[in-house]
């Protein structure tokens, strides 16, 4: 199926469509999570993720790049942003571990 005519009935609100999207492209953007966050279960929460974003911001795609390009730059993003909040998840952990929990008096 052409891209552009996928993405277009999408917009119209074809499910069945965006299911397609998501069966052709759903193992290879969970391979490529991997490769960032090294848990599968992670990436395939984060691969889902894509998905939705990719659903909820159709109207800002303008096909100027494949769609398997722009799931992907969508995926590299979201990685880095969990990796981002995984990093300062466990520098406060490491704090709150350090700091006294009860304050003697």
Do not use: H, W
């Amino acid at each position: 199926m052409e891209e552009k005519g996928l993405v277009e009935r999408i917009r119209e609100g074809d499910k069945d469509s965006f299911v397609y999207i998501v069966d052709l492209y759903k193992k290879q953007l969970v391979m490529f999570c991997y490769s960032y966050v090294k848990d599968l279960q992670e990436a395939e929460d984060i691969s889902q993720e894509v998905f939705l974003k990719f659903y909820q911001n159709i109207s800002k795609y303008r096909c100027e790049c494949s769609l398997k390009t722009y799931l992907f730059y969508i995926a590299r993003s979201t990685c880095i942003d969990f990796l981002r909040r995984k990093k300062l998840k466990e520098v406060l952990t490491k704090q709150q571990q350090k700091s006294p929990t009860s304050v003697s008096g």
